[in-house]
């Protein structure tokens, strides 16, 4: 009995998981023709895959440099080293990978906080956590513009204009929050210690937590000291921007690398926003299968699709499901080798590992908002 109870209870939390798995391997057994699958791989160019993963390289690094800007105008007195931030964003970047719930930001607070503190250099987790928020809104309002270019260009499917929608009014959201929240910083620092200076034992349990709850808020707060400088503004925009064109970039050498170069430019941004649409928020570990879907289908259907197991006539360039999926594969591959195999060298060399990561980084956080 404990054992269908058991097998109940893993069906309900995973049934999202387990529907988009039974999707794709409904579309492997029906649509795909493995012996073009595998000749799809053989015939991969090489070389554009190693121009690929250096452009996924180029976009991590600047966007270290984004981050690096925010975090020490924040930290005038504890500046961070570029490898320190470096492997605290591999690191997210590997939790990300391979834990379905984006820890990979509070992996980073913990992991670049650590590291501070081995250094000499203490640093409030709020704060850092706070800079982290920031730099993902800068990500997120150029993904955006990213995103109204292709919807203004191509026809995307009705799920991506929608998604495009929410990320764009979230992108909004967080921008304008912040803003205001560094607008109004000095008044809740000092609201927070006026309130600190009062706090007494025969206070209410719900005063106590709005203390507490104004304390977070105010060192959350340091984190945006940057919108205070417009060159800075400028310079994150401009480091945040050439990152997106970097990924973009490995997207168009990926679709080279699988001779795909054909849906040019526009193929690659019709996927590069797909994908991040798509793992906004992830359900899969790595986002298998979101992934895929996210990819295969929209390539098949926006440039033609070949009878399943066909190829596509000589005078007729167009993309039919086994090759979209050889591509799929791969372009994750490409990616992932980045966050896994560069994030796990990270993470060696940090002395930690992935289960102490996940639980360090949540009892840290719970033990500053405490």
Request: charged share 15%.
């Amino acid at each position: 009995m404990n054992v269908v109870k058991m097998a109940v209870r893993f069906l309900i939390r995973h049934w999202l998981l387990l529907s988009l798995l039974a999707i794709l391997a409904y579309v492997l057994w029906k649509q795909v023709n493995y012996s073009q699958l595998l000749s799809t791989f053989a015939g991969v160019s090489w070389l554009f895959v190693g121009l690929a993963i250096l452009a996924n390289l180029a976009s991590i690094l600047l966007k270290v440099a984004s981050w690096k800007i925010i975090f020490d105008f924040s930290f005038k007195k504890a500046p961070a080293r570029w490898r320190d931030l470096t492997s605290a964003l591999m690191i997210g970047f590997l939790v990300n990978a391979l834990v379905p719930a984006r820890m990979g930001e509070l992996a980073r607070a913990y992991v670049i906080s650590r590291r501070q503190s081995i250094s000499g250099q203490r640093v409030s987790r709020s704060t850092v956590f706070g800079t982290i928020v920031l730099e993902r809104v800068f990500d997120g309002f150029v993904l955006a513009m990213i995103i109204i270019y292709g919807v203004t260009r191509m026809n995307l499917p009705g799920w991506a204009d929608r998604g495009a929608i929410v990320l764009l009014a979230v992108a909004v959201f967080f921008g304008a929050a912040l803003i205001l929240l560094e607008a109004k910083r000095e008044s809740i620092a000092q609201s927070a210690a006026a309130a600190a200076a009062s706090h007494r034992e025969h206070h209410s349990w719900w005063k106590k937590q709005m203390t507490r709850l104004k304390g977070i808020v105010a060192r959350f707060s340091e984190g945006q000291q940057v919108l205070r400088s417009p060159g800075r503004v400028i310079t994150i925009l401009g480091t945040t921007t050439a990152s997106w064109m970097s990924q973009l970039t490995a997207v168009f050498m990926s679709l080279n690398a699988f001779h795909l170069g054909f849906t040019g430019f526009l193929g690659a941004v019709l996927l590069l926003i797909l994908i991040n649409v798509a793992g906004a928020l992830p359900a899969t570990p790595g986002n298998v299968g979101i992934f895929q879907l996210a990819t295969v289908i929209p390539l098949a259907i926006a440039y033609g699709s070949a009878p399943a197991g066909q190829p596509c006539l000589p005078d007729f360039k167009c993309i039919n499901e086994s090759t979209a999926l050889a591509f799929s594969i791969g372009l994750q591959a490409i990616e992932g080798s980045i966050g896994l195999g560069v994030g796990s060298a990270f993470l060696l060399r940090e002395g930690l590992n992935l289960k102490q990561v996940k639980r360090e980084s949540i009892r840290k956080m719970e033990g500053e908002l405490r």
